[in-house]
């Protein structure tokens, strides 16, 4: 079947002058397409599909499209365009890491235009005699190659991922880390998945297969994207549908849970059974930290929401996700979070508070009441620049930043701040020097801004704060509910103006949102006295209720903890 395409290609090409080679995209791109993905180049399909989207030739939207983004490990990028884009919003521009298997220094870039590129140069050198022949050939060895430069920068860079949660690391940092919490690494490599814990001196591993594991259970295309090194595919296919089944407010809740029962029967129950870990976490108290480090696809799983057939992961404990930290340089190595393993130093008594709310979003002014009631704080005002934004986080303390936040269509550092004058502050040019927060509360949508393993520079605004100093970050995995939102801001100041730790207080908000049930009197009651109904009222529809994770389950705290 491959030959067959590229031997029809070949012949289209031999007649095809090198200058019509772009006039002639529209139909020589599938064709493109199709032979590459018979002959099992899933980067170079994947290429091409994004370059018939840039000229126009298919929709930004297709749902195919979309598929090929998860399949290639671009599940942000997948989300961005099926949930949250908008016609007057930039799409990132599509480009893959290239590198020669352990050879330093050949580490680059291949974007979209190289398909075509790479056509026009064969068409442009192929002899007369035997033609189509000879230019069959070069596009067999031609993207031959070119796929296996991407497929071996692929592997490399989750080598990278990898070694920035070297276990040996992990367990030095962790055994001097305080003794009430308890520490899980996700370590994903290729075809295997090993999970650690760490509790009270006592260590569980298990190592198993389970990306191959998961790939089996993919449907057929899927199947035949999966490299035979790579299986991390399948964990991809699954995160983005947990996501998507999350955002999907027509999903019955069953439909949910079941995926996230999935995720902890995988990822944690082997860890909880290990002999003497259960006791061990009990003998913790009420509500222990839980302290959880991974990277790749499994860096984008609200932890907390994780069930485990009885109850919520962020029931049990308070839960602290922190990715490996990457810098904005492409190509360059995560550093373990230190601050996330050791738990950092406690915010001090009587810390100061600031805030900056865009007061047109519907939470801000009980955003504004809360800060003031608790803190005894002023929001910011006057005009929004980078260095009003800057001067939230330069000095210790914990600082509020209420506002949408604009996806990046290029790159983590170009993710913005929407001013309420509906300007906007690219976070580049917000974090330009070192800060000192204690904790820094992004509660605008989805302002993890988190960039997939094989985007550029493999970042996030967190990762921008944390590297400055910044010693915590609360941010967005997802839009919010603007009532939730009210909701978890309100209980998450009580908490820290009440002393208690950052994990904690982060804990007891998603606790005080999943629990809340609005009656018809407090729908209609002032934002800044939006009150939960536990015992009393008569609860309305569910529509109303807050239990389900998407209203909860998308902030997700990392950094410091005590």
Not at 32 to 52: F, K, R
Not at 280 to 301: D, K, M, N, S
Request: hydrophobic share 45%.
């Amino acid at each position: 079947m491959a030959t067959a395409a590229l031997g029809g290609l070949a012949r289209d090409l031999a007649t095809t002058p090198p200058e019509a080679v772009e006039a002639h995209w529209e139909w020589l791109g599938p064709a493109l397409l199709n032979a590459a993905d018979a002959a099992s180049w899933h980067y170079v399909v994947l290429l091409c599909h994004a370059s018939l989207v840039d000229s126009s030739h298919i929709d930004v939207k297709d749902d195919a499209y979309i598929q090929r983004l998860v399949q290639g490990h671009r599940i942000n990028d997948a989300l961005y365009l099926k949930l949250h884009h908008q016609p007057d919003l930039s799409r990132r521009p599509l480009r893959l890491p290239a590198r020669l298997w352990n050879v330093p220094g050949t580490d680059g870039w291949i974007d979209t235009e190289a398909p075509r590129a790479l056509l026009r140069e064969i068409v442009e050198r192929a002899p007369e005699a035997g033609r189509a022949n000879w230019i069959e050939k070069q596009l067999r060895r031609q993207f031959e190659a070119m796929n296996n430069r991407l497929k071996d920068a692929a592997l490399m860079q989750m080598m990278r991922h990898a070694s920035a949660l070297n276990g040996m690391q992990w367990r030095r940092l962790t055994k001097h880390s305080q003794h009430q919490a308890v520490h899980v690494r996700l370590h994903l490599a290729s075809g295997l998945l090993t999970t650690t814990i760490r509790v009270r001196g006592k260590i569980g591993r298990v190592t198993h297969g389970a990306p191959l594991k998961m790939a089996r259970e993919l449907d057929e295309d899927d199947r035949r994207s999966i490299d035979s090194h790579f299986a991390v595919r399948g964990i991809g296919r699954h995160v983005f549908d947990l996501l998507c089944t999350l955002h999907d407010k027509e999903a019955p809740d069953a439909a949910a849970h079941d995926r996230l029962r999935y995720f902890y029967d995988l990822l944690l129950a082997p860890l909880f059974a290990k002999p003497g870990i259960a006791a061990a976490i009990a003998a913790l108290g009420e509500r222990p930290t839980l302290v959880i480090v991974t990277h790749g696809a499994l860096a984008q799983i609200p932890m907390a929401a994780l069930h485990d057939g009885e109850c919520y992961l962020g029931e049990r404990f308070n839960v602290v996700q922190s990715p490996p930290l990457y810098p904005a340089e492409a190509f360059a190595p995560g550093d373990v979070d230190w601050e996330a393993l050791l738990g950092g130093e406690p915010i001090s008594p009587g810390s100061r508070a600031r805030g900056l709310f865009d007061m047109g979003l519907p939470s801000a002014p009980a955003e504004v009441a809360n800060l003031a009631r608790f803190y005894g704080a002023r929001a910011g005002e006057g005009n929004w620049t980078p260095e009003v934004v800057r001067a939230l986080t330069r000095s210790r303390g914990v600082a509020f930043l209420s506002a949408h936040v604009r996806p990046s269509g290029d790159g983590t550092a170009a993710t913005a701040i929407q001013t309420p004058d509906h300007c906007y502050i690219p976070f580049g040019d917000v974090v330009t020097e070192a800060m000192a927060a204690d904790l820094l509360v992004l509660a605008g949508c989805v302002s993890v801004g988190q960039s997939d393993w094989l985007a550029d520079g493999e970042n996030s605004v967190v990762s921008l704060y944390r590297r400055a100093g910044v010693q915590a970050v609360i941010a967005s995995l997802w839009p919010v509910d603007d009532q939730a939102a009210s909701l978890y801001t309100g209980a998450l100041m009580e908490a820290l103006a009440a002393g208690k730790s950052r994990a904690a207080a982060h804990g007891d908000a998603q606790r005080v949102v999943m629990g809340t049930r609005l009656t018809v009197t407090d729908v209609y009651r002032a934002q800044d006295r939006l009150i939960a109904q536990p015992g009393g009222g008569t609860p309305v529809a569910p529509a109303l209720s807050f239990a389900h994770p998407r209203f909860w389950a998308a902030f997700t705290l990392s950094g410091a903890w005590r």
